[in-house]
């Protein structure tokens, strides 16, 4: 069998898009002579369009557009699978299914519905899909297709030690006699997930000695990422074919062939700094934006976010902003300067020293006679927050945050300062992971200056400031953040690790001290296994610590 792999950049709610998207796969399928093309998992609707899909109008959007979709198979040699939504016709349960559609010359042979709905981490599919009833297999083009969608294929007994489901669509699928696995997905990305996955299908692949068909998903979805990275495996679990990663491909494999091109793996902080890229570039211009802005500090943070902002939506649709205070360096506003000509973006100097002493005299009949304290130095941080929403509101530019995951994690940030803006490019990066992406970013020469890396982290915001007079080293606290927030250990477990016990306490108790910050910040972009947002749910309110 010739077996197209569409991996498609879809928009969730967008039909008009996403059909073009999947009628051009469609004559490519065509074009390519092929009997049998795959497309990711909710490819009409888009994923995941949440409570979207309790609205009558958006499910009926996606039927008809659906119903375009299998006109537009006429005459077509190829077989379709393309994951959409179907009506639940029962009285009872969710009024949609998470369905792969099998299409053939204008005709729907039928439909697999998605058994496990996952509802942890950022998932929340039990909210919304009726899970499948039963489990069928097509006959096409002297096989039987075994259709599975996403989930369905993680629940393996034989890899997993602990499962979350008590059924196995797979080996529901195999005692129905399929010879071969068409998966289709939407699989968020993160660091080390790519490389896990195809792991984890090969042990499927060879556990039941078939071939397997995998369609990801590939863009950016709001605060989700997806990596793409399709394949076929043979029924041995070896790589076929491999769509690349980060960007949307069409990819032709004859099963009876040799194997075509399979991607060299990246390592995981050029997978890091793609797709922030990608996040980046589809959250601006799904959301309508065509240029963004930022701050420029002269850090590691701001020039990390500002590489990626070039990247994503060209440096001639970036703004550069340096605000200095009387606290800056001259050093700061060079580096900032440095940064922009490097990377040929515009650059702009606004120093807030007379909205900062205006603000003082303002404050002084109340704050006479009082120590400065950080009410000074977050006043800066508003002062500026409220400089660059200025200059977002009158071009239309998406204001970027850079603050990085382990500032967030401890609520070394500002409300309404340093937290204001549209989206959070680097809020799911860690400070140490900041320096190996700031050097991945050099690699291939210098863009962000030396001394902005060198430089002991510092806000600038009172004589000879630095992030360590609050926070400990670096290295200690994002060791103590992955235990409690990635890894869901206690203080005992990381006391156990080798950190100090009162540090981690410490540390721990920040975190949950900041969750109103956290709750009141952008969304952010997730590439680490446990994001900030609506893969981690904590109370502000509570008393557990």
Not at 87 to 101: F, M, Q
Not at 106 to 135: C, S
Not at 231 to 257: H, I, T
Request: with cysteine; proline share 6%; glycine share 8%.
């Amino acid at each position: 069998m010739k077996i197209a792999l569409a991996q498609i950049n879809t928009t969730v709610g967008d039909f008009p898009g996403n059909l073009q998207k999947i009628r051009h796969a469609l004559e490519q399928a065509r074009a390519a002579g092929v009997e049998l093309v795959v497309l990711p998992e909710q490819a009409v609707p888009g994923y995941p369009a949440e409570d979207l899909l309790e609205r009558e109008d958006f499910i009926a959007d996606a039927e008809k557009t659906f119903e375009q979709i299998v006109r537009s198979t006429e005459g077509l040699k190829a077989g379709v699978v393309v994951g959409t939504l179907t009506r639940n016709g029962l009285k009872t349960g969710k009024p949609v299914y998470n369905s792969a559609a099998f299409i053939h010359d204008g005709k729907v042979l039928g439909v697999q519905h998605k058994t496990l709905l996952p509802t942890y981490d950022v998932f929340d599919e039990g909210r919304y899909f009726q899970p499948a009833a039963e489990h069928r297999v097509f006959d096409f083009a002297g096989l039987r297709l075994g259709l599975a969608i996403c989930e369905d294929v993680w629940n393996d007994p034989e890899f997993w030690s602990h499962r979350l489901y008590p059924v196995d669509p797979v080996e529901e699928l195999v005692r129905r006699g399929a010879e071969i696995l068409i998966a289709i997905s939407a699989s968020p990305f993160s660091m080390g997930r790519s490389k896990f996955r195809l792991g984890m299908l090969q042990a499927l692949a060879r556990r039941w000695g078939l071939p397997l068909v995998y369609v990801n998903l590939v863009g950016g979805n709001t605060t989700l990422v997806f990596d793409g990275n399709s394949f076929v495996l043979g029924k041995r679990g070896e790589l076929l074919l491999q769509s690349p990663a980060f960007q949307e491909s069409f990819d032709v494999l004859d099963l009876g062939a040799a194997a075509a091109r399979v991607e060299e793996p990246r390592d995981e902080v050029d997978e890091a700094f793609q797709a922030l890229v990608l996040g980046t570039r589809d959250y601006m211009h799904k959301s309508g934006f065509k240029k963004t802005v930022l701050g420029l500090s002269g850090g590691i943070d701001s020039a990390l976010t500002a590489v990626l902002a070039a990247r994503a939506a060209g440096p001639e649709n970036v703004i550069g902003v340096s605000m200095p205070s009387r606290y800056s360096s001259e050093g700061s506003v060079a580096d900032a300067r440095l940064l922009c000509e490097r990377l040929k973006i515009p650059f702009h100097i606004l120093p807030i020293e007379p909205m900062f002493q205006s603000a003082l005299e303002t404050l002084d009949p109340l704050f006479h006679g009082l120590p400065a304290d950080v009410t000074e130095e977050n006043l800066q941080a508003r002062i500026r927050g409220q400089i660059l929403m200025a200059i977002s509101n009158k071009f239309g530019a998406l204001l970027l945050t850079t603050g990085n995951k382990s500032e967030l994690a401890v609520g070394y940030c500002t409300l309404y300062g340093d937290m204001c803006g549209g989206l959070a490019v680097i809020s799911d990066v860690p400070k140490t992971l900041v320096y190996r992406l700031a050097h991945y970013a050099n690699r291939f020469g210098d863009v962000i200056p030396q001394s902005s890396i060198d430089k002991p982290p510092s806000a600038e915001l009172r004589p000879n400031q630095t992030d360590q007079d609050t926070l400990p080293p670096y290295d200690l606290l994002d060791g103590i953040l992955e235990g409690y927030i990635e890894k869901g250990e206690n203080l005992e477990q990381i006391a156990a690790r080798g950190y100090d016990r009162e540090l981690a306490r410490h540390v721990l108790r920040l975190i949950d001290r900041n969750e109103y910050k956290r709750k009141q910040a952008p969304p952010g972009l997730r590439i680490r296994v446990k994001a900030f947002g609506p893969g981690r749910r904590f109370p502000i309110v509570q008393k557990y610590r």
